[in-house]
């Protein structure tokens, strides 16, 4: 198909995605970014938030909590650390998600005293996470 590239997106417990997509918004560690088509070859992290593939088929939406997105020729692979589709992520999901972040949290602010760098990397993990449940409608003060 001409304008279109491969997508593929897989985590530790399965293959979620494999389709033809115009374009894919990926929430980079270091700023989102959207691959498209004859995109540069890139490779970065990624960070919570939400994965957007948009296509023929029409738009896929993910909740990603970190891992690798690679942009080749041949299209885009997201190898993620946890991915659901947006459509199935509970406020029960979430409220795991946000507690795991919340104790990651606090070990990095006992373990790194006066180290503000690992204190400041769990801190952003955590603030990302409240964003993104925020962005799907789910609280994060339950």
Do not use: C, W
Not at 55 to 82: D, H, K, M, Q, W
Not at 118 to 125: H, I, N, S, W, Y
Request: avoid cysteine.
């Amino acid at each position: 198909m001409a304008d279109t590239m491969h997508f593929s997106l897989v985590s530790p417990e399965r293959s979620l995605a494999a389709m033809q997509v115009t374009e894919v918004q990926i929430p980079g560690a270091e700023g989102d970014l959207t691959a498209m088509p004859a995109h540069a070859p890139t490779i970065t992290t990624l960070r919570p938030g939400l994965l957007r593939a948009s296509g023929p088929e029409g738009v896929s939406e993910y909740l990603v909590t970190g891992g690798f997105a690679e942009i080749g020729a041949e299209g885009v692979t997201v190898l993620a650390e946890r991915a659901m589709p947006r459509g199935d992520v509970t406020q029960k999901d979430f409220d795991a998600l946000l507690a795991e972040a919340a104790e990651l949290h606090e070990k990095a602010k006992a373990t790194f005293v006066n180290q503000p760098g690992p204190v400041d990397d769990a801190a952003k993990l955590l603030a990302d996470m409240v964003a993104v449940g925020t962005h799907i409608g789910l609280s994060s003060k339950s």
